[in-house]
Structure formats: structure tokens, C-alpha cells
């Protein structure tokens, strides 16, 4: 059974319920200083992040309406209600009065998506009644079709040159079996059958994201894109801005340490299980680096920032960049290291999608535990979304060399988890498994800081004897390497959402 997504980190509550009332259910850089003030605006859209961080939270409270933030894109769906009474349903149903139903619950799920705004309402059989206006509409980024009866055309609809999600109750009609044969030609159409109104959130959710993909731009830190750029911004939406090294230290510098001080205590010190190595200094450097990459975040009303972290960037000057990759995945966002651009476009898509943060990994294999072990010394404290309770986490050296700060993550055994990245600006490969373990202690303190082990669903060895056979181009150590991991089971949508934007989903085991 898969999960409906976590909007805006508020969960779609679970209930039971007869079927046939279940729809009906009311809950169914430059020189800029960058200040306490401009801080805490910079970090007021994440919202959630700020519980159990003691005087974070006063400050926060009493420093409502700062400057700078970091927002997600706001995202229009047109809705349209295709049908009429004919022998499915029934010959007496009544189209009015089930749109009326429809769009009560669909009113009821706006608070839990503050970046949609639902537009249309269009009830029609004829869909050249609905296109002209979805195609006039540029500022639509999908359409939602909630299919009602047997006499509409719904081919007509997923023709309308925009992504099209068809919600079809059973016995609604038999159009849905042409949204198969349209995807084969290529049309960006989804088809969600159920009777479950609830998943009416997933449908949005999707359009959602596949919107705010279009609308987003990620920050790459020393490092260049060249003509990918051009490549992804056509594929999948998001706008390249490549930042020179010399802005992040012009930034870093900029942050006032009195701030920095404070963010380093209160969102990692007074919070850690435990600090190992790292000396206060080395973490007030990173609450620095923290403080440098949201101000030029905010700057270019980027949601996303890649750097070049291992040899691109002076770790005496800025440190590592761990602890804000954290951090700001913990609030939201994405912080990606290594400037992985495409585990940088895999974790955006499903943080707008899912509300889940990811976790980019180095894998190894235990075939004798027919599982990866997931390796890195970047992770989120807060793997089920911003405002969950954070997991208990170490503060320790980054580990390839002994230096920095970055954070070891006590992640949760027994969850279910989906491994995927971007391939070659075109595919994704996917995987889905279990945690069976942590930090594997027969091998004491080697590889990276935090480590899982996932059991897969499948079988691990044909999964690395087939290590990324799929790629075709961009073929570094990075990008053959890394993998992403994030809690729950994202299959079906994952499929939905390739169906949406063009690319295939290439499974792994």
C-alpha cells in the first residue's frame, strides 16, 4: 500500500470508513551582514524546524516578518469535472450534486497545501469545452480530471498540451483504459482508480510538485553545469545559477559570529547526543557556512544548493558544509553535497512531492544479508519531514579526513525506504527496502559517519551486478556512485510522477 504524501509537513490522517461514505469524510553573496533579524525571515516558511529549539523559538516569535525567506514555488491546478449520467454510473445520477461533494472534500484539503491555489471547475462532457480555456491559462502548471461519468471525452482532456492527473472512481465509465494508450504516445496523463477520496491529496501533490519543479532554481557552488543546464531547465524545470567560490567566502565572512554562535548551540550543540571531535570553533565555522549558503539562497530565491565540498572549496576558511546540508534539508529544502546535481534534482522532486528530505549516500553491498549498506556524512535529523521530531544524532569529524563537522544520524530500524536518483537527465533508478540495522558494529568506526543497512526488496546481488549498466553519459565517480535513500514507499507514485514528466523508471533489483 502506498503512503499519501506528507504536504507541507502536515500528514493526510488516516481513518476508517465505510467505502461507499468514505468521500464524504470532513477529515476524509555580496557584502550584506547578514543579521539576527534577516536570519530568522530567512527561515520563517520552514516553520517547523524551530519546535524543541529552545531560545530559537523566542527569537522567532519576537522577529516575526524579517527579510529575506526561502519559499517554495506556489503552483495553479485547473480542476475539471468530466461526465454525465448515461448507463454508468446510473441513468439518474446526479453530475451537479457529485461535484458539489467533490469539491466540499477538495476544500477541505486546502489548508494542508498552502502553495496550491485550485482554479476551473469546469463541469463538462464536451472537452473542447474545458481546453481552450486550460490552454489559455499559462499560469496552470497541471490539470486535475475528476472523472464522473460515462459520457464525457477524456481523450480530449489529456490532449490539452498540459500534465494531466485523472482521478476515476469505479463505475464511473470505461474511459479510463485510453490513459495507458496515451501514455504510450508520449502524453504527460496519470490515472489514479480509486474510491478513496483521500487520494485526491496524492493527485494534487503530484501536480504540485511537477509545477514547482518548473519554478525553482538550485545554487551550484564551484562548480560548473556547462550545457547541462540547458538540459535540465528543459527536462525538468529548474534553473542552474552557478555561484563562485569566492561568493561563499564573501558570504561566510558577511554572517555575524554572535548569530553564528547561537544557531551552532541551539540547533546542534544542545540538541547532539554527544560531541566527539569536533571543537566548538569547527561547529560555529559550519553554523557559519549554515548561515552563508541560506543568505544566498534567499538572494536568488533558490530552493536548492549543490557544492563542491570534497577539494572545491577552502575547508580551512568555510569548513564543511554538513552541518547546514542538515539543516536545511531538516527545514525543507535541499542541501546536496559533492555539487550531485542529479541527487540534487531526485531530492527536490521529492521533497515538493512527499514532503521527505533525502539522504545521499555512498552504498556497499552485503550479499550475505541480501542488503546495501547506505554510507555518508551528510544526513537529516528529520527523515519523516519538517516538523517531526528529530532523530538522536552525534556531532563528529567528516570522516574521509578526520576534519569539519558533520553530523551521525541515528536512523530508524524497521522503516521502509525508497532508493532512487536521476540518471542521465532522462531516467530514474529505483529501489525499495527495509532498515535492518545502523552503524554495523562488527566494522568498528570505518567509512562514513552515518550508515544503515537496507535488506532490499529484490534480490542485492543482481543489483550490483548490474550497478548503474543503465548510464549512459556523465559518467564520473559521482554520479555512478551515489544513490539517495528516503523513508517510506514511493512506488506507485514515483510511476505517476514519471508519467508526468516524461522520464522512465529504471528499477535496480
Known amino acids: 500500500m502506498h503512503q499519501n504524501p506528507i504536504i507541507s509537513s502536515v500528514a493526510i490522517t488516516p481513518h476508517s470508513c465505510d467505502a461507499s461514505t468514505c468521500h464524504g469524510c470532513p477529515r476524509a553573496g555580496g557584502g550584506l551582514r547578514i543579521s539576527r533579524r534577516q536570519f530568522l525571515g530567512a527561515t520563517a516558511a520552514a516553520g517547523g524546524w524551530l519546535m524543541g529549539s529552545g531560545g530559537l523559538a523566542s527569537l522567532m516569535a519576537a522577529d516575526a516578518g524579517a527579510m529575506p525567506q526561502l519559499t517554495a514555488p506556489k503552483v495553479k491546478i485547473y480542476t475539471v469535472y468530466l461526465g454525465g449520467a448515461g448507463a454508468w454510473p446510473k441513468p439518474e445520477f446526479d453530475t451537479s450534486a457529485e461535484k458539489a461533494k467533490f469539491e466540499k472534500f477538495l476544500a477541505g484539503l486546502k489548508p494542508k497545501f498552502p502553495e496550491v491555489e485550485l482554479v476551473g471547475g469546469d463541469l463538462v462532457m464536451n472537452a473542447s469545452e474545458a481546453v481552450s480555456r486550460i490552454s489559455a491559462r499559462d499560469d496552470v502548471a497541471g490539470v486535475l480530471c475528476i472523472h464522473l461519468g460515462i459520457r464525457g471525452d477524456l481523450a480530449g482532456i489529456v490532449n490539452c498540451?498540459?500534465?494531466?492527473?485523472?482521478?476515476s472512481q469505479p463505475y464511473s465509465g470505461h474511459q479510463w483504459m485510453h490513459v495507458s494508450q496515451a501514455q504510450r504516445e508520449g502524453k504527460r496523463v496519470a490515472l489514479i482508480a480509486s474510491r478513496d477520496w483521500r487520494d485526491l491529496a496524492t493527485a494534487i501533490a503530484l501536480l504540485?510538485?511537477?509545477?514547482?519543479?518548473r519554478q525553482s532554481k538550485i545554487l551550484l557552488a564551484s562548480a560548473k553545469a556547462g550545457p547541462r543546464a540547458k538540459d535540465i531547465r528543459e527536462?525538468?524545470?529548474p534553473e542552474i545559477v552557478e555561484v563562485a567560490t569566492g561568493q561563499l567566502i564573501v558570504a561566510h565572512k558577511a554572517v555575524d559570529e554572535t548569530l553564528a554562535t547561537r544557531i551552532a548551540r541551539d540547533l546542534f550543540i544542545k540538541?547532539?547526543?554527544?560531541?566527539?571531535?569536533?571543537?566548538?570553533?569547527?561547529i560555529v565555522k559550519s553554523a557559519r557556512m549554515y548561515l552563508a549558503m541560506k543568505q544566498l539562497m534567499a538572494e536568488q530565491g533558490a530552493?536548492?544548493?549543490?557544492?563542491?565540498?570534497?577539494?572545491?572549496i577552502p575547508i580551512q576558511i568555510l569548513g564543511y558544509p554538513c552541518l547546514g546540508f542538515a539543516q536545511l534539508n531538516d527545514e525543507g529544502f535541499v542541501g546536496a553535497c559533492e555539487a550531485d546535481l542529479d541527487s540534487t534534482l531526485t531530492m527536490l522532486l521529492f521533497t515538493y512531492a512527499f514532503g521527505k528530505p533525502g539522504f545521499i549516500t555512498d552504498p556497499l553491498f552485503d550479499i550475505s544479508k541480501n542488503a546495501v549498506i547506505h554510507a555518508h556524512c551528510v544526513a537529516a535529523t528529520r527523515m519523516s519531514g519538517p516538523g517531526t521530531p528529530r532523530a538522536p544524532f552525534s556531532i563528529?569529524?567528516?570522516?574521509?579526513?578526520?576534519?569539519?563537522?558533520?553530523?551521525?544520524?541515528?536512523?530508524?530500524?524497521g522503516q521502509e525506504i525508497t532508493c532512487a536518483k536521476f540518471i542521465d537527465d532522462e531516467a530514474m533508478l529505483f529501489s525499495t527496502g527495509r532498515i535492518i540495522e545502523g552503524k554495523p558494529r562488527q566494522f568498528d568506526d570505518r567509512g562514513c559517519r552515518t550508515q544503515i543497512t537496507v535488506a532490499v526488496h529484490g534480490d542485492a546481488q543482481k543489483m550490483m551486478d548490474n550497478w548503474s549498466a543503465d548510464m549512459k553519459?556523465?559518467?564520473?565517480?559521482?554520479t555512478l556512485l551515489h544513490r539517495v535513500v528516503f523513508?517510506?514507499?514511493?512506488?506507485?507514485?514515483?510511476?505517476?510522477l514519471a508519467s508526468l514528466m516524461g522520464f522512465k523508471v529504471i528499477p535496480e533489483c
Open 396 to 413: 563528529r569529524t567528516h570522516r574521509d579526513d578526520n576534519r569539519g563537522a558533520s553530523l551521525e544520524v541515528d536512523m530508524r530500524v
Open 473 to 478: 553519459k556523465y559518467r564520473d565517480i559521482r
Open 271 to 282: 540538541p547532539a547526543k554527544k560531541i566527539v571531535e569536533p571543537s566548538r570553533a569547527e
Open 208 to 213: 504540485k510538485a511537477v509545477g514547482q519543479m
Open 303 to 312: 530552493q536548492a544548493i549543490a557544492v563542491n565540498c570534497l577539494g572545491g
Open 487 to 496: 523513508y517510506g514507499d514511493h512506488s506507485r507514485p514515483v510511476h505517476h
Open 235 to 237: 527536462r525538468f524545470g
Open 161 to 167: 498540451g498540459k500534465p494531466v492527473v485523472v482521478f
